[in-house]
T-cell receptor, first 112, second 114 residues
Framework: GEDVEQSLFLSVREGDSSVINCTYT??????LYWYKQEPGAGLQLLTY?????DMKQDQRLTVLLNKKDKHLSLRIADTQTGDSAIYFC????????????FGKGTMLLVSP | KAGVTQTPRYLIKTRGQQVTLSCSPI?????VSWYQQTPGQGLQFLFE???????NKGNFPGRFSGRQFSNSRSEMNVSTLELGDSALYLC?????????????FGPGTRLTVL
């Protein structure tokens, strides 16, 4: 079946880089997404990557995809306290259209 | 463009009651999906509607239902509420051009069942 796994917690200091990792199981996933959730809020789309890409950069965000290992990572450069939030990895399975399978989320805590 | 809006933002109900949540998608988006978020289970897909038809359904009991109107607005209904239905219910809309359609989420409705 489809499953997405993430580490639960990451703590970094302001100014450092953060790397959040994710593994997925559906090898036919076409798109993989990163969403951010702040306390009491909905999900904010950060970025996504198409499965035929290895890397995508968007300002401070870099997404790396290793399709062979089904591993996805999100790197946040120069992490700020405002980046503290829960980050969700999600895959778009081949079995459905607008259906996402989410990981449990990684809580990122950025300390000054 | 305005984002996805959900009403109400907060609800308190008691066991056995029913509840209706509303979602207005981004203008021009034809697909609306619903997700339940709980601390224990995380984000789980409920169902997806496109052109007033349910296109996909997650693994939830029949007490959870939904519908979509001709203007793409969607409602979800939960009947005979249970304590375990307490959750954040998130709605997402997408243009629905096919697989991998990017979904944009609303702020959610926080349902508390007492």
């Amino acid at each position: 079946g489809e499953d997405v796994e993430q580490s639960l917690f990451l703590s970094v200091r302001e100014g450092d880089s953060s790397v959040i990792n994710c593994t997925y199981t559906d090898s036919s996933s076409t798109y993989l997404y990163w969403y951010k959730q702040e306390p009491g809020a909905g999900l904010q789309l950060l970025t996504y990557i198409f499965s035929n890409m290895d890397m995508k950069q968007d300002q401070r965000l870099t997404v790396l995809l290793n399709k062979k290992d089904k591993h996805l990572s999100l790197r946040i450069a120069d992490t700020q306290t405002g980046d503290s939030a829960i980050y969700f990895c999600a895959e778009s399975p081949s079995s459905g259209y607008s259906t996402l399978t989410f990981g449990k989320g990684t809580m990122l805590l950025v300390s000054p | 463009k305005a984002g996805v809006t959900q009403t109400p933002r907060y609800l308190i109900k008691t066991r056995g009651q029913q509840v209706t949540l509303s979602c207005s998608p981004i203008s021009g988006h034809r697909s609306v999906s619903w997700y339940q978020q709980t601390p224990g289970q995380g984000l789980q897909f409920l169902f997806e509607y496109f052109s007033e038809t349910q296109r996909n359904k997650g693994n939830f009991p029949g007490r959870f239902s939904g519908r979509q109107f001709s203007n793409s607005r969607s409602e979800m209904n939960v009947s005979t509420l249970e304590l375990g239905d307490s959750a954040l219910y998130l709605c997402a809309s997408s243009p629905s051009r096919g697989q991998g359609d990017t979904q944009y989420f609303g702020p959610g409705t926080r349902l508390t069942v007492l």
